[in-house]
């Protein structure tokens, strides 16, 4: 089931990525189909997630009234809110691993190929590209200094998370590495960064001076890790803070994709995952 599961992250964002609209709407609706058919996901979960790509649909192909045009903005950010929390009807992420210890000195923790906020990926890039610009960039030549800014960031956003006790540090190979690499670009990264940046940080934007809407979203998405205490709130908003400025400087929304997985990579390697024994 993880081999479908690969599939259908990478079938979705794909679909989402296409110019045709055929495509997009009925390849994404199709893939539904098939993973509702073999078990990967319920049916309950399958017709919710249908209505949620037709209701992309309207939004993207079908001018209406203003109070209508808000009334379904509305109804996407809660559609899309259940999904990004696991809320949804009917969900039920695929195990991948129960309770396995994947560093020592760190927490047992359950591993989930996870199959809802892939959605939203989806349904978001219906409006912003990944790849091309969506932001206009803060001009910074030579290039370079862009990626070693990006390399620092990460590296103070983990010494921030060991300072403040949430993880240590602990070097080494997980069996689990893989799965979780691939997991995490498409079912998280992708998803959150299209949302936190590519939409909120670009709309903040257009209302407030570009610093300001880049520490806002910074905010927010470290608000959104509230459950793992104060202390993941803070070190994820400076985490927020160094996707924010890969986006602000290069206009592209792949860019702080890339920042977001080497960050949660270099997390899995070198540090206790997902916390510090003891931590919690």
């Not at 690969?6 to 679909?15: E, G, M, N, Q, V």
């Not at 960064?193 to 939409?199: A, C, D």
Request: proline letters at 4%; glycine letters at 8%; aromatic letters at 16%.
């Amino acid at each position: 089931m993880l081999t479908f599961g690969l599939f259908y992250s990478t079938a979705l964002i794909l679909f989402g990525l296409s110019n045709r609209a055929q495509l997009r709407y009925g390849g994404a609706a199709l893939i539904l189909l098939a993973a509702a058919t073999i078990g990967y996901t319920t049916w309950v979960f399958a017709v919710v997630a249908f209505a949620y790509i037709g209701l992309t649909a309207w939004m993207v192909e079908q001018a209406v009234p203003t109070a209508v045009r808000w009334a379904r903005y509305g109804l996407w950010f809660l559609a899309s809110a259940a999904l990004v929390i696991h809320a949804m009807p009917g969900y039920e992420g695929l195990v991948v691993a129960d309770y396995v210890l994947l560093k020592a000195g760190s927490t047992y923790t359950d591993l989930y190929f996870n199959h809802d906020k892939v959605l939203v990926a989806w349904s978001l890039l219906n409006f912003i590209p990944l790849f091309r610009l969506s932001l206009t960039p803060k001009p910074l030549t030579p290039f370079w200094p862009i990626p070693l800014a990006l390399t620092l960031g990460i590296a103070a956003t983990l010494t921030l998370a060991v300072t403040l006790g949430l993880i240590n540090w602990q070097p080494g190979w997980t069996p689990w590495f893989w799965v979780f690499a691939a997991g995490n670009l498409l079912n998280t990264c992708i998803a959150e960064e299209l949302l936190f940046r590519g939409l909120l940080q670009r709309q903040l934007q257009k209302r407030l001076a570009p610093l300001l809407a880049l520490a806002v979203a910074a905010v927010l998405f470290g608000l959104a890790h509230l459950a793992g205490g104060w202390a993941y709130v803070g070190v994820a908003t400076l985490a927020g803070v160094v996707y924010g400025l890969a986006y602000y400087f290069t206009g592209r929304v792949a860019w702080a994709v890339l920042a977001h997985w080497l960050l949660n990579l270099s997390h899995l390697v070198l540090f206790t995952y997902p916390v510090a024994e003891g931590y919690i």
